[in-house]
């Protein structure tokens, strides 16, 4: 299975979303300068962060996006479903009724082997990624940076972080 770009790109924005102070934002164009992305490539996956509630939208010349929800309740598959979609990797598209000299439909009674592994496998994929939270992810960085990812990561909030209650 492949996943875009924006899946990496969104987990990292929301995982440096959790540095903010209570009233602060970061600008869509600050979290992709800090991770060397495309501006509109990653709005486009803030945005759907935002419709799905992850992420909140404060609009205005001085607005942003801030973490609509606490990190613990943030788990990856919610990332994942808002950035991918929630249809399954698999599609089945029944071809093994295709073909010249089909069968009749009533031959195939049984669901597909092939689909029904392919939806185990998708099943356990998300129940893993359900189980893996931003809190986690900020927990096992804790643990084991020596300082200087997060002091890098505080730093730039330093410079960029807007407060959505003033009017700087």
Request: aromatic letters at 4%; charged letters at 20%.
């Amino acid at each position: 299975m492949k996943l875009s770009a924006g899946i990496e790109q969104a987990i990292h924005s929301v995982t440096m979303l959790c540095g903010l102070s209570g009233n602060g934002v970061l600008s869509a164009a600050a979290l992709a300068e800090f991770h060397g992305v495309s501006t509109s490539y990653l709005l486009k996956h803030l945005q759907a962060l935002s419709s799905r509630g992850i992420l909140e939208t404060v609009p205005g010349p001085k607005g942003g996006y801030r973490l609509a929800r606490a990190p613990q309740d943030i788990s990856l598959l919610d990332i994942v479903l808002a950035v991918e979609g929630s249809e399954p990797a698999f599609r089945c598209q029944e071809i093994r009724q295709r073909g010249p000299n089909p069968l009749p439909k009533s031959t195939f009674v049984k669901p597909c082997g092939i689909n029904a592994a392919m939806l185990r496998a998708e099943q356990a994929y998300r129940a893993e990624l359900r189980k893996v939270t931003i809190a986690d992810l900020i927990t096992d960085l804790t643990a084991t940076d020596d300082g200087s990812i997060m002091e890098r990561g505080c730093r730039f909030l330093a410079l960029h972080e807007r407060n959505s209650t003033t009017n700087n």
